[in-house]
């Protein structure tokens, strides 16, 4: 039997490395280390001093560096089994070039010294990165002996690959639950969510129990799992079925749950907390300094979205009310950038997307494109779409990387595709510039022009984004290019007067969009303008009420006056694209637009303004 990487690798997104469900300094689980050496200890206790400091804005005496460092001398010279276990972790988040093949050294180092966490994340990655069936099955063996030595982690995963019957394993119900059960009875809670999900439906429909599900639910979201609080806020703030039953929306329940769970600092009820003093909703006063507090304690506990909140604070300040005299946040960019690096040890798309934004501009930090468009590349990877645009921006110009243009075009590519207006215009200079190949029916200008008509049609872009591409189109049309391949150049100055026009009234200051607007003009009549103005005001109009009864989008940046509302909590730490920083526009071809400056966490209503609430956010699912 041949057991495909494919395969193995979907079936093993049900089972995860270690991760810490407690207090623990960045995200290193050592609540099951057994008898771990003084030296490691400390340097553990330093690290979460070092976390806490840097929650608060401050600068720790000993750094998150020094005391990895420190880690890595006990590893490397004094063979300390939870150190190498620990470097092999922490190797794995530090986003370095070869940094998986360093950390399976430093894993397979430390299983061999008996550390069973090490077990399990060593047989997790050979298992899930292996064509052969001998490695696959040397993988799970490993995860198997953690099981075994009591490991809590590698329970459930053992558990998951009966369910799957994974490796040559049966699948086997009854085996999986056993071991998620001994997880679970030891306080696990994820082991008691799992166990949730089994008798919800994964156990298969001969173990569907609606009413065990709903326990090991609350068991679990009383033991501060994540998932668990996720689902069980989301049943009782709105009211959901889960299984066949109806639970009855509560949100003073859930209120009092998750206050409870950040009386105990689980960072994930700290979080929510914070979110909830921040928006004011559910009934919890809207209180921004105690949500400030909030958010700094889930930070010091690791959790990635209140680690990005709180870095979009200091990265932009806040002041509530200018006219009280007192700044609430005091803008402070190294903090900011060291809380995003935390946040990027957690492989947040938008943490990662953001430290490249610091390396990218020389703030806080030398300039360093190479290292810009290292942590662009892995933030594009993870999904986040101004990443994307930003990859293919440094691989067009060749900043920090080869010039490829086929690389960049690809992901101006996915970035259009994921929805976002600048890779659609950076792939409509392209086209125009003859760097892509174009349909056979088509030509550059033809390509490029349904790019930019694409921008000029949708309903919510940027207002720089929507100028350089009325620009564009507008150069296309007065050119006439809009012709077959060979023949002569036929000049639509009607249309190239219309997109200059609207141009101009986006950016009314601009002296190139009015001396372009002159130009057409001169090619037509007073008729002609009479009419097209006519149109362009309609078709203005027409957008603006389009835009006033369209959903609010999440906005973009900070603002002076107002506090930062929590991120959306998602898996991926994902926020809305951030609106496009000015980019030179002409209608001749130019390299694409530059994307923004930083993500940073959407701004809620100024005091004294009409306030839009946005919807509960559930925590950040990590496992």
């Known amino acids: 039997m041949i057991v495909k990487t494919t395969l193995v690798a979907a079936a093993l997104s049900a089972i995860t490395l270690v991760q810490a469900m407690g207090a623990s300094a960045l995200g290193l689980n050592t609540e099951e280390w057994k008898k771990p050496s003084a030296e490691m200890v400390a340097q553990v206790e330093a690290m979460e001093k070092a976390m806490a400091a840097m929650a608060k804005g401050e600068t720790p005496e000993v750094t998150l560096q020094q005391a990895i460092d420190k880690i890595r001398e006990l590893a490397d010279k004094g063979n300390d089994k939870d150190a190498l276990f620990a470097m092999g972790f922490l190797m794995q988040q530090s986003q370095q070039q070869n940094a998986l093949a360093e950390a399976m050294t430093y894993y397979k180092r430390a299983a061999d010294a008996g550390q069973l966490q090490a077990m399990n994340n060593y047989g997790f990655i050979l298992a899930g990165s292996s064509q052969e069936v001998e490695k696959t099955k040397e993988g799970l063996d490993f995860i198997k002996k953690a099981a075994e030595g009591g490991l809590n982690a590698a329970r459930r995963n053992m558990a998951a690959i009966y369910l799957n019957g994974l490796g040559g394993e049966e699948r086997n119900p009854d085996g999986a639950v056993e071991l998620l059960e001994k997880a679970a009875n030891e306080g696990d809670g994820q082991a008691q969510f799992e166990l949730a999900q089994f008798y919800l439906e994964l156990g298969g429909p001969e173990k569907v129990d609606d009413d065990k599900a709903w326990d090991w639910l609350n068991k679990a979201a009383d033991s501060g799992n994540p998932n668990a609080l996720a689902t069980l806020g989301s049943v009782l703030f709105d009211g959901k079925t889960f299984g066949a039953r109806k639970i009855e929306a509560d949100p003073k329940a859930a209120v009092e749950k998750f206050s409870k769970l950040a009386e105990q600092n689980v960072p994930a009820g700290l979080r929510t907390m914070a979110e909830l003093h921040a928006s004011g909703q559910a009934g919890v006063e809207k209180d921004f300094p105690k949500a400030l507090e909030y958010f700094s304690r889930a930070a010091q506990g690791n959790d990635a979205a209140a680690q990005v909140v709180l870095a979009g604070y200091y990265d932009q300040g806040v002041d509530l009310d200018p006219a009280d005299q007192k700044i609430d946040v005091a803008p402070n960019a190294a903090a900011a950038l060291e809380l995003y690096r935390l946040a990027a040890r957690n492989n947040v798309p938008l943490a990662l997307y953001n430290v490249g934004i610091f390396y990218e501009e020389g703030r806080a930090v030398d300039q360093d494109a190479t290292k810009a468009f290292a942590h662009f590349l892995q933030a594009a990877g993870g999904g986040f779409a101004p990443a994307m645009q930003k990859a293919g921006v440094y691989y067009l110009n060749g900043a920090g990387t080869l010039r490829d243009p086929i690389a960049a075009a690809g992901w101006f590519n996915r970035?259009?595709?994921?929805?976002?207006?600048?890779?659609?215009?950076?792939?409509?200079?392209?086209?125009?510039?003859?760097?892509?190949?174009?349909?056979?029916?088509?030509?550059?200008?033809?390509?490029?022009?349904?790019?930019?008509?694409?921008?000029?049609?949708?309903?919510?872009?940027?207002?720089?984004t929507r100028f350089e591409a009325l620009l564009r189109l507008g150069g296309i049309y007065f050119r006439g290019a809009?012709?077959?391949?060979?023949?002569?150049?036929?000049?639509?100055?009607?249309?190239?007067?219309?997109?200059?026009?609207?141009?101009?009234?986006?950016?009314?200051?601009?002296?190139l969009a009015a001396n372009l607007l002159k130009e057409a003009a001169a090619k037509l009549t007073p008729e002609q303008i009479k009419k097209v103005d006519a149109a362009v005001a309609e078709a203005a109009a027409a957008r603006k009420a389009a835009l006033e009864t369209a959903a609010?989008?999440?906005?973009?940046?900070?603002?002076?006056?107002?506090?930062?509302?929590?991120?959306?909590?998602?898996?991926?730490?994902?926020?809305?694209?951030?609106?496009?920083?000015?980019?030179?526009?002409s209608s001749e071809a130019a390299a694409p637009a530059a994307m923004p400056a930083a993500a940073a966490p959407a701004a809620a209503p100024a005091a004294g303004g009409e306030e839009k609430k946005p919807g509960f956010r559930l925590p950040l699912f990590n496992r």
């Open 415 to 464: 970035a259009a595709a994921m929805g976002l207006p600048e890779g659609l215009l950076s792939l409509g200079v392209m086209a125009e510039s003859g760097m892509v190949a174009v349909a056979a029916e088509s030509t550059p200008a033809k390509a490029a022009s349904e790019a930019y008509q694409q921008i000029v049609n949708a309903p919510q872009v940027a207002d720089q």
């Open 482 to 511: 809009l012709v077959a391949a060979g023949e002569a150049p036929a000049p639509d100055y009607e249309n190239a007067y219309k997109q200059f026009k609207q141009a101009t009234e986006l950016a009314p200051g601009n002296e």
């Open 552 to 585: 609010p989008a999440a906005q973009q940046g900070g603002q002076k006056g107002a506090a930062p509302a929590a991120p959306r909590a998602e898996p991926t730490g994902q926020r809305t694209a951030p609106s496009a920083a000015p980019a030179t526009a």
